[in-house]
């Protein structure tokens, strides 16, 4: 059962894989080696039995496809939520709280200092910018799934409708949110520019690529980044990034504390992150909470 | 207030000069008065407060969300400011934010008692980026790689005036301002200069070689030994006594020992040194004394300060500035002979009859409390800035050694994309094996052509990767020049170089070559095998 298409969570080479229809298309996209891998896709809302557990999917709000997955079984609920955001994203719909007696949950952002502004507040400061250093590249760090095609979203509800130029890892997925319906608006392929000298243009690329050689071609460019640890000066001037966004597709702590309230669940497993502040803070709250710890699991540079 | 938090947090994450120089302008353009005058003192530490004490800021976190939580955040963060600006949440019913104005106005009337309670609610009212620069700014770092020279560069470039001009009249003008900003954007006045202890822009030297000197007729020319240690500018009138860097920074405050001395009104362009009786400790000892807040008596006794000077601006009321270099010298010594100062002294003039003399002379140097010559037209005037020809600095040759590139870091800006900053090393005997120790880091020297050659050569001899650290192969051999050489406890081999640069890339060198450790610790000379608190050297005559 796959929550969602990031490699940590979604990997090759299963027998089978049951998830939602966006999320197998994204793994077929990603992966080589699909076809041998027998898919089953359950719509949000849809439920199917497995041996005795009723399992359903419900919408995370992480990225296109991201799915909680509810277990029942015996008139008990335990729900995964697998990696998600309670706050609007315009590539997916909205966290759906189920309540439940076990609730393991997500904790990347689990610090009170982790409080993500308005992501239109962030890319009016993006925009700003451009507007500062009209003669400059701006190269926006992105993870290439979820993030690059919110980011694309917020620039065009914030009225850029100039093209958007795309680093190459970024262009198969785009094209898959494209086919899912999200429009994305003129994007274009960097290597695909013939008289164009990208000043004043936003380009998307990997945060990797931003100090890469193959970042040479800009004039100038002004690196920024969009992740949640742009928050954290030391972890915004470690990316190397002169203009941090605080973007992020992950609760952050207001969102996390709220959700177990809204879940009601007696029982809380934490887990990916720093399940340390969550757990004192759910017993605080008298839930009976620990740490769950999954092995394999690498902090995630989004 | 938050538009000053955000010209911070823009300039805190900007490592290029001039992008910090459009990103202070701007702000100063859209801002209005008295808060861009505010804001300008802020950049050029010009704001006194009450600090607030680290104890305030925690009691604070630990109140808002206990103990445990403000302890985890903390200790995630680094930086107790910034841990109470991120976990701080911002109250819709607060009401308007502060201006800075309002906030520097607030400070500097409210009583120990009120400043809690104005403090929350500032903080209610701001957003995390607003909270973190007034507490940076309450708790006296603002740390964002602003000088107070750039600061008032960015000033003198929205009025489309040179950077002296706002020099010359700066230490007259008090915050928030208003006069420079009326005289810099509505074209009112510029403000008077003549205020007491006011700085001059200072007269800078362009470098030259040996063989350039041969076009110059050494009869126009002065020689005076260039003396290592930091170029100030003592300026004394109307009952105000001060000491400048050469950016025009006050220095005053770190150096009583010289302020207390002035006993004459007049502008002064000398060296200052650390001299115990006869001799000019090593540039080492100055430091020391440098960058610190408090001067401990311990410390004005083991290394007192000395100012050799070279120059006369001004002198009982008279600007000098427009008379020959012979003219003011003859002033200067003047008016040294009325009166010995064992603080001050004049440099003095090295006299030669033509540049192969001069050359010999420099040879013979070897004191290292000297860093080479200075040539100074003898009928050239006191210009401000760097012009061409009147004066020159002839260093000495620096000291070269072959080292062992070992570890490459990639740059900022510009240069993120090229492995550009280069840790490298001696070779030394450790435990019967013959291992590399790292004695020095250099990120210039260098050419773009060699640049691109290194960063490909760094990225195929790739052996370990730390972070943003590349280890490579110890095989590339890497000329290094630098001006000096002291033990240093700080670094691991135990030596610091002073201004080391790469020189030349020796591809033509076998790594096993390179210097070792031993040949390094020769160039410190017997002396400084020893101590190098205790090392000395002599002056010349």
């Given at each position: 059962?796959?929550?969602?298409g990031?490699?940590?969570?979604?990997?090759?080479g299963?027998?089978?894989?049951?998830a939602?229809?966006?999320?197998l298309?994204i793994?077929?996209?990603?992966?080589?080696?699909?076809?041998?891998?027998?898919?089953?896709?359950?719509?949000?809302?849809?439920?199917v039995?497995?041996?005795?557990?009723?399992?359903?999917?419900?919408p995370?709000?992480h990225?296109l496809?991201?799915?909680q997955?509810?277990?029942?079984?015996?008139g008990?609920?335990?729900?995964?939520?697998?990696d998600?955001?309670r706050?609007?994203?315009?590539?997916c719909?909205?966290?759906?709280?189920?309540?439940?007696?076990?609730?393991?949950?997500?904790?990347t952002?689990?610090?009170?200092?982790?409080h993500h502004?308005?992501?239109?507040?962030?890319i009016?400061?993006?925009?700003?910018?451009?507007?500062t250093?009209?003669?400059?590249?701006h190269?926006v760090?992105?993870y290439?799934?979820?993030?690059?095609q919110?980011v694309?979203?917020?620039?065009?509800?914030?009225g850029?409708d100039?093209r958007?130029?795309?680093?190459?890892?970024?262009?198969a997925?785009?094209?898959l949110?494209?086919?899912?319906?999200v429009?994305?608006?003129?994007?274009?392929?960097?290597?695909?520019?013939?008289?164009e000298?990208f000043?004043?243009?936003?380009?998307?690329c990997?945060?990797s690529a931003?100090?890469d050689?193959?970042?040479?071609?800009?004039?100038?460019?002004?690196?920024?980044?969009?992740?949640?640890w742009?928050?954290?000066?030391?972890?915004?001037r470690?990316?190397?990034a002169?203009?941090?966004?605080?973007?992020?597709?992950h609760?952050?702590?207001?969102e996390?504390?709220?959700?177990?309230?809204d879940?009601?669940?007696?029982?809380?497993?934490?887990t990916h992150?720093?399940?340390?502040?969550?757990?004192?803070?759910?017993?605080?709250?008298?839930?009976?909470a620990?740490?769950?710890h999954?092995?394999?699991?690498?902090?995630?540079g989004? | 207030?938050?538009?000053?938090?955000?010209?911070?947090?823009?300039?805190?994450?900007?490592?290029?000069?001039n992008?910090?120089?459009?990103?202070?302008?701007?702000?100063?353009?859209?801002?209005?008065?008295?808060d861009?005058?505010?804001?300008l003192?802020?950049?050029?530490s010009?704001?006194d407060?009450?600090?607030?004490k680290?104890?305030?800021?925690?009691?604070f976190?630990e109140d808002?969300?206990?103990?445990?939580?403000?302890h985890l955040s903390?200790?995630?963060?680094?930086?107790?400011?910034?841990?109470?600006s991120?976990?701080?949440?911002?109250?819709?019913?607060?009401g308007?934010?502060?201006?800075?104005?309002?906030?520097?106005?607030?400070?500097?009337?409210?009583t120990?008692?009120?400043?809690p309670?104005?403090?929350?609610r500032?903080l209610?009212?701001?957003d995390?980026?607003g909270?973190?620069?007034?507490?940076?700014?309450?708790?006296?770092?603002?740390?964002?790689?602003?000088?107070?020279?750039l600061?008032?560069q960015?000033?003198?470039n929205?009025?489309?005036?040179p950077?002296?001009?706002?020099?010359?009249?700066?230490?007259g003008?008090?915050?928030?301002?208003?006069?420079l900003?009326?005289?810099l954007l509505h074209d009112?006045p510029?403000?008077?200069?003549?205020?007491?202890?006011a700085f001059?822009?200072?007269m800078?030297?362009?470098?030259?070689e040996?063989?350039?000197?041969?076009?110059?007729?050494?009869a126009?020319?002065?020689?005076?030994?260039k003396?290592?240690?930091?170029?100030v500018q003592?300026?004394?009138?109307g009952?105000?006594?001060?000491?400048y860097?050469?950016?025009?920074?006050?220095v005053?405050?770190?150096f009583?020992?010289?302020?207390e001395?002035i006993?004459?009104?007049g502008?002064?362009?000398?060296?200052?040194?650390v001299r115990?009786?006869?001799?000019?400790?090593?540039?080492n000892?100055?430091?020391?004394?440098?960058?610190?807040?408090a001067v401990?008596?311990?410390?004005?006794?083991?290394?007192?300060?000395?100012?050799?000077?070279y120059?006369?601006?001004?002198?009982?009321?008279?600007d000098?500035?427009?008379l020959?270099f012979?003219?003011?010298?003859?002033?200067l010594e003047?008016w040294?002979?009325?009166?010995?100062?064992?603080?001050f002294?004049?440099?003095?003039?090295?006299?030669?009859?033509?540049?192969a003399?001069?050359?010999q002379?420099?040879?013979?140097?070897?004191?290292d409390?000297i860093?080479g010559?200075m040539?100074?037209?003898?009928d050239?005037?006191?210009?401000?800035?760097?012009p061409?020809?009147?004066?020159?600095?002839?260093?000495?040759?620096?000291?070269?050694?072959?080292?062992?590139l070992?570890?490459?870091q990639?740059?900022?800006g510009?240069r993120?994309?090229f492995?550009?900053?280069f840790?490298?090393?001696?070779?030394?005997?450790a435990?019967?094996?013959?291992?590399?120790a790292?004695?020095g880091?250099a990120?210039f020297g260098?050419?773009?052509?060699?640049?691109?050659?290194?960063?490909?050569?760094?990225?195929?001899?790739?052996?370990?990767?730390f972070?943003?650290?590349?280890?490579v192969a110890?095989?590339?051999?890497?000329e290094?020049?630098?001006?000096?050489?002291?033990?240093?406890?700080?670094?691991?081999?135990?030596l610091?170089?002073?201004?080391?640069?790469?020189?030349r890339?020796?591809?033509?060198?076998?790594a096993?070559?390179?210097?070792t450790?031993?040949?390094?610790?020769?160039?410190?000379g017997?002396?400084?095998?020893?101590?190098?608190a205790?090392?000395?050297?002599v002056t010349?005559?």
């Open positions: 059962m796959v929550t969602h990031h490699g940590d969570h979604a990997r090759p299963h027998r089978k894989a049951l939602t229809p966006e999320t298309a793994m077929r996209t990603r992966f080589d080696g699909m076809p041998d891998t027998g898919q089953q896709s359950l719509k949000y809302g849809e439920s039995r497995i041996g005795e557990v009723d399992v359903e999917l419900a995370a709000g990225i496809g991201s799915a997955a509810a277990l029942a079984y015996k008990q609920r335990i729900v995964v939520s697998g998600f955001k706050r609007p994203d315009p590539t719909p909205p966290f759906e709280p189920i309540p439940c007696d076990v609730f393991i949950t997500e904790a952002f689990a610090l009170p200092v982790f502004p308005s992501d239109m507040g962030e009016g400061k993006l925009l700003r910018s451009v507007a250093f009209p003669e400059r590249t190269l760090g992105v290439a799934l979820g993030k690059c919110r694309i979203k917020l620039l065009r509800a914030a850029w100039k958007i130029w795309l680093h190459g890892s970024l262009m997925l785009c094209k949110y494209q086919e899912q319906g429009d994305l608006g003129d994007i274009a392929h960097v290597s695909d520019a013939i008289l000298n000043r004043g243009a936003i380009v998307l990997p945060p931003i100090a050689r193959w970042s040479r071609r800009f004039a100038d460019p002004v690196p920024a980044v969009c992740s949640g742009m928050r954290v000066r030391a972890r915004a470690q990316s190397g002169e203009l941090p966004l605080i973007i992020s597709d609760a952050d702590w207001a996390l504390t709220q959700t177990l309230k879940v009601g669940a007696p029982k809380v497993w934490v992150g720093r399940e340390e502040a969550l757990v004192h803070h759910a017993r605080s709250l008298g839930i009976d620990e740490a769950l999954l092995a394999g699991r690498e902090e995630e989004t | 207030m938050q538009a000053f938090a955000t010209l911070l947090d823009a300039l805190s994450y900007q490592p290029a000069r992008a910090k120089l459009r990103l202070i302008e701007t702000y100063l353009r859209e801002t209005p008065d008295p861009r005058g505010w804001a003192a802020a950049l050029t010009g704001l407060f009450p600090a607030a680290p104890a305030l800021l925690r009691g976190g808002k969300i206990g103990p445990e939580l403000f903390y200790d995630y963060v680094g930086d107790l400011a910034e841990t109470l991120l976990i701080w949440e911002t109250d819709p019913n607060a308007p934010p502060p201006t800075l104005g309002e906030v520097v106005d607030t400070l500097q009337t409210a120990k008692m009120q400043t309670a104005i403090l929350k500032w209610d009212s701001l995390a980026t909270r973190w620069a007034l507490l940076k700014l309450l708790t006296g770092a603002l740390r964002v790689g602003v000088s107070a020279r600061a008032k960015a000033v003198a929205i009025g489309n005036q950077v002296d001009a706002v020099e010359e009249i700066w230490h003008l008090s915050p928030p301002y208003r006069p900003f009326d005289w009112a510029r403000p008077s200069t003549n205020a007491g202890g001059l822009p200072p800078l030297a362009n470098p030259i040996r063989a350039e000197l041969e076009a110059l007729e050494p126009h020319f002065r020689a005076e030994w003396w290592d240690g930091i170029r003592i300026a004394a009138s009952g105000v006594k001060r000491m860097s050469r950016a025009g920074e006050d005053s405050g770190a009583p020992d010289i302020i001395a006993d004459f009104e502008v002064f362009d000398g060296e200052l040194l115990r009786e006869e001799t000019v400790a090593p540039f000892d100055l430091q020391q004394r440098l960058n610190r807040k401990t008596p311990k410390m004005l006794k083991e290394h007192p300060a000395h100012v050799r000077l120059d006369v601006l001004w002198l009982e009321g008279e000098l500035r427009a020959s012979d003219q003011r010298r003859a002033r003047a040294n002979a009325q009166k010995p100062r064992p603080r002294d004049v440099s003095p003039l090295v006299i030669f009859t033509d540049w003399h001069l050359a002379l420099r040879e013979q140097m070897t004191s409390g860093e010559l040539l100074k037209r003898g050239g005037a006191y210009l401000a800035g760097r061409k020809g009147p004066w020159f600095k002839w260093k000495r040759d620096p000291m070269l050694v072959d080292c062992v070992m570890y490459a990639r740059g900022h510009k993120s994309s492995y550009s900053d840790t490298f090393g001696c070779w030394r005997e435990a019967g094996q013959r291992e590399l790292p004695v880091k990120y260098f050419t773009d052509e060699e640049l691109r050659w290194l960063d490909k050569w760094v990225r195929d001899h790739t052996t370990n990767r972070g943003p650290v590349r280890e110890p095989e590339l051999v890497l290094i020049a630098f001006d000096g050489i002291a033990r240093s406890i700080r670094h691991k081999s135990g610091a170089m002073r201004f080391p640069r790469i020189n890339i020796r591809t033509d060198k076998p096993a070559e390179a210097d450790i031993d040949n390094l610790l020769r160039l410190l017997p002396s400084g095998l020893e101590n190098p205790e090392s000395a050297y010349a005559p």
